[in-house]
Every structure is written in structure tokens, then in C-alpha cells.
């Protein structure tokens, strides 16, 4: 509304201010207009809430006629990065940064000005290049910023060209990492495909997702740790996740076991239209992981469990699911004529839960939002609370990657929005 | 904080590069507020969190009572393709936002967060 020309006033309860305070400025509004009311608004009365809205309206009128722009502060250049003089041994700085808020609390290596500049030689890109305005602090992460955190997470300088990658979509605005200061805890989810991925070591294979890898491991927490630190995505505040996840401490970086793809099943990358030969990124971000149903035994009763894990209403027609299939359980199902649009189309079918459901879930508009999801009311006709709904908006939202070692059980990311592919330069 | 069982490890001299970047400059211009109300139009928009349009309906009914010739639009109330959620929640922003501008409000009143 700002930019359109038009005053604002934001009433925001006192949970949230600090929260709307720091995304404001992240999107370059520093003092905007705020009327603080005191939290919670839900699971109270209507009488309570009335009675709030009396006690504030005076403060509101004042804010509406009174309120005045304030001064703009100065801005520092993103480039080079400052540097400090410190003297102490290497939990010393440990403790120096974590209370400046420079590190996530995860020991890290002191990112040096030696340590930059040979982390820099992992990428042509220009050291002061900008990359990224993250939020909600509205922190300027240029490439060098970037080698700072790719030193602190121990990575090699070759895995530069893949966290660029990554950034680079995850500024899009449709990535929306805005939201990652919600009250549900959110998390990078990145798969990896082509040559690089044996070139710099990504882990494919048994426990891709889990510790021991290396590249995985430092690309991962080389994310996490900008988000936090550059992106100001810090709890207490601005991040509202009453329990959090570990998920967010190493950004998840898995890659494709392309090795053991099934007759027939194509890449995660060359489906997006990139040649096998591309080495790509795709980048994702989900709320939640589990197991994927059952073996099952029988093909159909292997796809029977994986749609009623996903038949969850919070899903929600604005997300998708990540689904990871290990070549065991992907091979079982092509030998059985089921190809990854197939497996879509009939989760699509069948991950479904009544509207009764999303009505409990969304108490306001669960029906309203189901009812004018696009092309419902042409395929559903008229819904009704026991008129069954697919969790996402698509069957394309079913993303399907073939990764992990031996086994016979499939997980899945929940939640995943769209996913985002871009090519690694080096 | 208790440093009296830490090791002994060498102490030395460190230049190291600040990891927390510079944040953005300002970048949009805040409007100036009006004087008053009285004869203008507000805009009253709502995040669909719980209770939020209980509030800024109490909001709306003081204005009505309080300032004279003030014209109250409530937006959820009359649009009826707010909100739907979706795969773009950036682009729905987008969109709430051009919607709310063709009342030709003099100000908006927003309830944001939980």
C-alpha cells in the first residue's frame, strides 16, 4: 500500500511487533506506522476482542492523524565486508559471535580474512556482487558474504558454484522465504542432479539426508547459517515457531540416486526440461518429514499407505509434497508398469480427506477456499462437508525423486510449495 | 559465564570478516498521515487470522460513531475472491493490493500477524 501512494496503519499484537518490525525494514519500510495491541487475538471471545479494539481505538485514530514520517538512517556499503581485530582462542570467538548474533550457536570455523579470500577461488562471480536481500532483516548477502559462511560451515571452495545456486532461487519472489518467520518452523529443502554431484562428493546413496556427508553437510548449514544470520530469522524473535525443528539448523541438500533411476523414470531435473548433463539444483522447502506408508507387500497396497499418509487437510491446496523413493521401493513400482506420472495422478485421486476435515482445520474459510480452488466446482460440482479433497493443488505438486541406498521404506517432505530449478554455473 | 574449567588453548590474534552483512537501505517512501479523518475514506483490510475481523469491526463501528462524514470499507466484507490461498502467496499480496486501491482510500488500516 505504501508504494502505491496510499498511509498505512498496521495493528499488530505485541507477540508480533518485534516480528513486523524487522520484516518491515527487511523490505526497506523502517518505521512504518504500528499500533501495538496486546496479544493474543485467537482463542479468546468476541467480547474480549471488542474490548481490545475499545482500549486501542484511541491510539489508532492518534496513529492515523498524527503519525509522521520518520528521518531515513544512512546506509553502510555491503562491500567489503567489515573486518574486527579479536584476541582470544577459538571458543573465545565462538562466544563473541553467537552473542553478537553472528552465528547460529553451532561451532563454526573463524572466517578469517585469508579464509575468505581462498574460499572466493571456489567461483568466478565477483566478490561484491549482490545476491540476495533476505528477510525479514533485509540483510544484503553479497558473494563474499557468502564465502564468509561457506568458511564458518567448513565447505571447499568447489561448493560455492551450488550455494550460489541456491540463493538464487530462493530470492524469488515466489519462493516467498519470508514466510520462514511463521509460527511453523520451515527449512531449505535442495536436490542436487548431474555431474557435480559426483564431482564434489554429494551424497546420494544410504542416509543422503543425514550426517557423515560432507558436501551435503556444509552446503546445508552454509544456508541455514546465512538465513539466520544475514536473513535475521533468529529465535525468540522475529521467529515465531513455538518448538522449532533441528531441520533448520542444516538446510536439507540430498541428491539424486540417478545411478539407480528405474527403466523409463527420468531425472528430477531433465522432468523441469534440463538435459541429464546439466548439473542443476532444485530448491524446495517443506514444514515436515516422515515415512511415507508402508511396503506394503503388494504395489497396491505400497501406494494405498503413501496416499493415506498424505491424505492430511493442513496440506492444504497451496502446498505440495516431496516425495524420496530409494531405488528399492522405485524399482518395485516400474517393474509394475507404474511410471511417475502415473504414481501422481493416482495420489492425486486418492490423497484426499473429506471438506468436513478442512471446515475443523480452517475455521473461517476451509469450504470457501475449497470451493473456489480452480477447477473444483467444475470437476466437484457443489461441495459438501463430505465431498473428498486432494491435498494439493495439483498432481504436479507430487514431486517424486528416486534417492537413498538399499532399503525398502519411502519418506517424504510435506508441505513443499513450489520448487525452484536453476543451473550451477561455476 | 563460567570459564574456570576451559581449557588452556592458545590465545591469538584474529581479523575476521563481520558475517552479518549490511541491511537494505530504505527503499520505500512512507506517505505523510492525514490530519484527520473526517470526510475520507477508510479502508479496513484483514489478514484472516482468527478474531482479526471481530476487531476491525469494533474498529469500523467506533469510526462510525466518532468521526463524522468518515467512509468505512471493510474489504473482506465485499470482496468476494478475498482471500484464496494458493502456490503464490507473493503474487495474492500483489493482488490484495490493487484490489484495495480501487476504493480510493485515503488511508488503510491493516490487521497483520496471529
Known amino acids: 500500500m505504501e508504494k502505491l501512494g496510499i498511509p498505512t496503519v498496521t495493528i499488530v499484537s505485541s507477540r508480533f511487533i518485534s516480528l513486523a518490525k524487522i520484516a ?112 525479514p532483516r533485509g540483510g544484503l548477502v553479497t558473494v563474499e558474504e557468502v564465502a564468509v559462511h561457506a568458511v564458518m560451515a567448513g565447505a571447499e571452495p568447489e561448493y560455492m558454484p551450488v550455494i550460489i545456486a541456491i540463493i538464487e532461487m530462493m530470492r524469488k519472489e515466489e519462493y516467498h522465504w519470508v514466510e520462514n518467520v511463521t509460527t511453523s518452523p520451515v527449512w531449505p529443502v535442495v536436490i542436487v542432479n548431474g555431474p557435480i554431484v559426483k564431482e564434489i562428493g554429494i551424497a546420494y546413496s544410504t542416509g543422503t539426508g543425514g550426517r557423515d556427508h560432507k558436501a551435503n553437510i556444509a552446503i546445508g548449514l552454509t544456508i541455514s547459517s546465512i538465513v539466520d544470520v544475514i536473513g535475521g530469522s533468529k529465535y525468540p524473535v522475529p521467529n515465531m515457531s513455538p518448538v522449532g525443528n533441528p531441520a533448520e539448523i542444516v538446510s536439507v541438500v540430498m541428491g539424486e540416486n540417478e545411478d539407480e533411476l528405474p527403466e523409463g523414470w527420468e531425472p528430477f531435473h531433465v522432468e523441469t526440461g534440463y538435459k541429464k548433463t546439466d548439473s542443476v539444483v532444485s530448491v524446495g522447502r517443506s514444514m515436515g518429514f516422515y515415512m511415507l506408508g508402508e511396503n506394503g507387500g503388494t504395489v497396491e497396497d505400497m501406494l494405498w499407505s503413501f496416499a493415506k499418509t498424505l491424505s492430511y487437510a493442513k496440506q492444504s491446496l497451496s502446498g505440495g509434497a516431496l516425495l524420496l523413493l530409494p531405488p528399492q521401493p522405485a524399482a518395485f513400482l516400474a517393474r509394475a508398469g507404474w511410471t511417475k506420472d502415473r504414481i501422481r495422478e493416482y495420489l492425486w485421486e486418492n490423497a484426499r480427506s473429506p471438506a468436513s476435515w478442512w471446515r475443523r482445520v480452517f475455521p473461517k474459510d476451509g469450504l470457501t477456499a475449497a470451493k473456489e480452488a480452480p477447477g473444483f466446482a467444475e470437476k466437484y460440482g457443489p461441495i459438501t462437508p463430505d465431498t473428498l479433497l486432494p491435498t494439493v493443488a495439483s498432481p504436479e505438486m507430487y514431486k517424486i525423486v528416486v534417492t537413498g541406498g538399499p532399503g525398502s521404506h519411502s519418506f517424504h517432505y510435506k508441505q513443499t510449495g513450489q520448487f525452484f530449478t536453476n543451473l550451477i554455473k561455476k | 559465564m563460567n570459564t574456570s574449567n576451559r581449557a588452556e588453548e592458545s590465545v591469538q590474534e584474529w581479523e575476521l570478516v563481520n558475517p552479518e552483512g549490511v541491511k537494505q537501505p530504505e527503499v520505500v517512501k512512507l506517505n505523510p498521515h492525514l490530519g484527520a479523518l473526517e470526510g475520507k475514506t477508510v479502508v479496513l483490510t484483514w489478514n484472516r487470522k482468527p478474531n482479526g475481523d471481530v476487531f476491525l469491526s469494533r474498529v469500523a463501528e467506533l469510526l462510525a460513531k466518532e468521526v463524522k462524514d468518515v467512509k468505512i470499507i471493510k474489504h473482506w466484507e465485499i470482496d468476494p475472491h478475498y482471500p484464496i490461498p494458493g502456490p503464490d502467496p507473493a503474487g495474492f499480496g500483489k493482488q490484495l493490493a490493487a484490489t484495495v486501491l480501487e476504493y480510493k482510500p485515503d488511508i488503510v488500516i491493516n490487521g497483520q500477524g496471529d
Not at chain 1, 69 to 91: D, R, S
Request: charged residues 25%.
Open chain 1, 24 to 135: 518491515s525494514e527487511g523490505r526497506g519500510a523502517a518505521g512504518l506506522c504500528f499500533v501495538e495491541v496486546p496479544h493474543p487475538f485467537e482463542l479468546i471471545s468476541k467480547e474480549q476482542v471488542e474490548a481490545k479494539a475499545d482500549v486501542a481505538f484511541p491510539e489508532i485514530i492518534k496513529a492515523a492523524t498524527q503519525w509522521k514520517v520518520p528521518v531515513a538512517p544512512q546506509q553502510a556499503k555491503p562491500y567489503p565486508a567489515e573486518t574486527v581485530k579479536f584476541t582470544g582462542n577459538v571458543k573465545d570467538v565462538e562466544d563473541f559471535f553467537f552473542d553478537k548474533g553472528w552465528s547460529m550457536g553451532v561451532p563454526f570455523i573463524p572466517p578469517t580474512k585469508n579464509s575468505v579470500a581462498a574460499m572466493l577461488k571456489g567461483t568466478t562471480r565477483r566478490p561484491d556482487e549482490l545476491l540476495w536481500v533476505i528477510p
